[in-house]
Every structure is written in C-alpha cells, then in structure tokens.
C-alpha cells in the first residue's frame, strides 16, 4: 500500500501572506489534485495534475498557484492569505484518470489571522 | 453542468438501526458514482463505485449503495449501523474523461452521520 504525506498539517498566516502547501505520494500515480474543504460546501478543486510538470484548473484556482516538478510530489500556493480564511486544503492521487479511485491525505488546515 | 445533492446536512440513527443517506445526481452522459467517508482529522476513503451492471455495489464495511437512472439517485445504505460509523459521507459523480485528463470528482456537500450508542 502507499500513502499520501501533506505537511504542515498545520498552517497559521497573516493576511497577504504567501503560503505553501506540499503532498508527497509513493503510490507512483500520474495524477495528483488539490481540493478545498469549507465547512457545509463539500470539496472543491483547485487544481490537478496528470504528469510531471504539467498543470490543470479546477472550478478554484484564482488566487492559488500549484507545481508538479516531480512524478510523486505536487505543490500549492495560496499567492495571497485572506483575513478570516478558515479551510482544509486536501491532497489526493489517482491512477491516470477517468473513474479511478482517488486516495487523499489528511489535509493541511489553513487558519489565517 | 455535473452537479450532486446531498439533502440532508446531518442524520442520526441509534447503533443496530438500518440507514440511508440520500445522493442525487445531476449528469447528462452516462455517470461513474462514489462514496467516499472521511473520519474525523482523516482525509476521504472510498467506500464504494458504480460504472455500470448491476444497480446495487457493495462497498467496505457492509455498506452497499443503489443506482437508479430514472430518479438520479445513489443512495447509500446499511442493514445496521455501528457506532464507528460516525463519520462524514461525500457522494461524487466523475466528471474526467479517459485518457489521461484527470478524474475530476464532482462532490456533494456531505452528510454528517452521528450514531448514538
């Protein structure tokens, strides 16, 4: 079995601040996502991955920045913190694409003062 | 536009009672169907998927979930449920494409199960 690592589990900003998010898989899946969990609105995509170095939007991705320089590892930037923002942000990664099952990480919890 | 409805934001039930958490769909090509259950301070596990066949899959842990076509449903649903069950549960409708393009999993707001002992 392989395993999905998100650090920090924890993450307290200041407003306008630049903050980075990491997820590292050993599954050897092509695909890698990020999703956003708010409380009461369910996850939503930010952005998505199906190969090394190369980047897709999802429904959220103004105001975030993502990277996949290497197969297993996938990054996401939040260019510019809110005051007040209160999320999850969630990684996960699939085989190729299509149907499969995605396996998540257990997320990295925004809190920005 | 791919949507999914989870109608009911909570449901309790007591341990040993039968349960259903309702999903519907909104999809116009022919739809792939998760549960996925996320344990508190944990990420999102599958419980189960539907491509097609049979309208009824069985999942992990004694869960099963049905489709119909006609109502645009998923519901989930357990013969008795346990205390461990406690949890929050996200239907998702796939809305990728094969070949490579990525598994763009539309998710329900989710359903907070509680089971009182």
């Known amino acids: ?113 | 536009a791919q949507s999914v409805t989870q109608p009911d934001a909570r449901v309790t039930v007591s341990e040993g009672a039968s349960l259903q958490l309702r999903c519907k769909y909104s999809y116009s090509a022919t739809p792939y169907l998760f549960w996925y259950v996320q344990y508190p301070r944990q990420g999102l596990q599958m419980l189960l998927k539907y491509y097609s066949g049979d309208p009824v899959v069985q999942g992990v842990n004694g869960f099963e979930a049905e489709f119909s076509k006609s109502d645009s449903s998923f519901h989930l649903r357990k013969a008795s449920v346990h205390w461990s069950d406690s949890a929050v549960y996200f239907c998702a409708v796939s809305a990728g494409n094969y070949g490579g393009s990525g598994n763009k999993l539309i998710f329900g707001t989710g359903t907070l199960l509680s089971v009182k002992p």
């Open chain 1, 1 to 113: 079995g392989g395993i999905i690592t998100q650090t920090p589990k924890f993450l307290i900003g200041q407003e306008g601040q630049k903050l980075t998010l990491k997820c590292q898989q050993n599954f050897n899946h092509d695909t890698m996502y990020w999703y956003r969990q708010d409380s009461g609105k369910g996850l939503r995509l930010i952005y998505y991955s199906i190969t090394e170095n190369d980047l897709q939007k999802g429904d959220l991705s103004e105001g975030y920045d993502a990277s996949r320089e290497k197969k297993s590892s996938f990054s996401l930037t939040v260019t510019s913190a809110q005051k007040n923002e209160m999320a999850v942000f969630l990684c996960a990664s699939s085989i190729l694409g299509g149907a499969e099952t995605l396996y998540f990480g257990s997320g990295t919890r925004l809190t920005v003062l």
